[in-house]
């Protein structure tokens, strides 16, 4: 027997299964939507066929994954068992269960034919798949031992072969080793005065580039010396000039301090005097108002301070505010006398 009758019988046992499985399953659909349709309400009966459908949906995985695991050489354990035993059990008990329950032995068995095929025909096709994948395994390995056998006196003719032309090979190859050896010889002492002279060129252009490159740093360090008292210079100058411009600052600051304090004082001093018993001196009466306006005192309490008419006052509040208000003020007010 060699792989194509192998195939052949693999793939007749594969169609026989997927035959018998479909027809089990449609046959089963038929039978048990019906008894599903009179348990289930009236408004639920369309979901009848959903039951067979599903254990008959695990009977298709039961047998696939039988048939891969089968072709692996592999054992799925108990639950494959279980659940192989279970699904037919279960298509059986459903074939069956209407005939059951009309007491109709001959329905029973009529109905329980299907069910029974596939159980047998699961358990029968994976003992047979079992049985042809060991089949398969025992002439891959035959195969594979006369493949080897015949690689491997395959491997001792070249090996000889190429032993023999390894040794003419080393022979030829010793006669040239010695020509080159020669040649190498001459041309190593050729080089070697080369590169004695080579290396003695490039040495004494090292040191006239290390002499240049010393001397080039030097200059370049003289002018970061240069640089960096420039800038040390200029630094120095700045924050002398910051300096004094500060001290400046701070000296007319004080003196303006000191102005204002003045001035704060003599507004004080004026403002203190007091209601005038008589119209003061002009230029005091200038005095004591342009006082009261910057303090922000009203217009007749500051003719009261300088004796002063009130529109004179006013004259005088919006001349310290705006000369040019102020003579319009003035105008006005002679223009009324």
Known sequence: MNAVHVRSAEKALNVGTWLIVFGAMLYSVLTVTPLMADHTAARWSWTAPILPLVVDAAVVIVVKLDDVLARLGGNGGRWPIVLRWMTGLMTLALNTAGSALKKDLVGMAVHAVAPLLLI????????YRRAIARAVAALEAAQKIEREERERAARERAEQARTEALEEREHTAQLA????DHEALLVREQTEREERARREEREARERAEAAERESRERREREREHREQERVRLEQEARQRAETEARE??????????EREEQAARERAALLDRGP???????????RIVAAACDAGLPVRQAAELSGWSVGWVSARYAEHRSPDAGRRADLAIAGGQ
Do not use: C, I, P
């Not at 047998?120 to 003992?127: D, F, I, Q, Y």
């Not at 080793?177 to 080159?180: F, G």
């Open 276 to 286: 005038a018993g008589e119209q003061l001196e002009k230029e005091l009466a200038r």
């Open 177 to 180: 080793r010695e020509q080159r």
């Open 248 to 257: 400046r600052a701070e000296t007319a600051d004080r003196e303006r301090r």
């Open 120 to 127: 047998v025909t699961a358990e029968t096709g994976l003992a």
